[in-house]
């Protein structure tokens, strides 16, 4: 099997290669592979925390909202 160069490597190539493969990848190929899935996790991780703060963002102004209230009330009562 002819090794060849990570860049001239085509996605389409990369995509054809599946690791139950009767074929042993080449370094480059495992490589690209591994690289691949790293951004892909990386990705998914920072859409999954920009998700999590807002969440987080808004029980807090939620919470805040009904203690807010609850002080109110209780201020109204006492005057």
């Not at 090794?3 to 001239?8: C, G, I, V």
């Not at 139950?20 to 592979?33: K, V």
């Not at 691949?36 to 991780?45: D, F, K, S, V, Y």
């Amino acid at each position: 099997m002819q090794k060849r160069n990570l860049l001239s490597m085509t996605t389409e190539e990369l995509n054809s290669y599946r690791l139950t493969s009767m074929e042993e990848p080449t370094d480059e190929m495992l490589e690209a592979i591994m690289k691949e899935a790293c951004e892909e996790a990386m990705r998914e991780n920072e859409e999954i925390e920009t998700r999590r703060a807002a969440r987080l963002r808004k029980l807090v102004a939620e919470r805040r909202k009904a203690w807010q209230k609850r002080i109110d009330e209780t201020v109204r009562h006492e005057c």
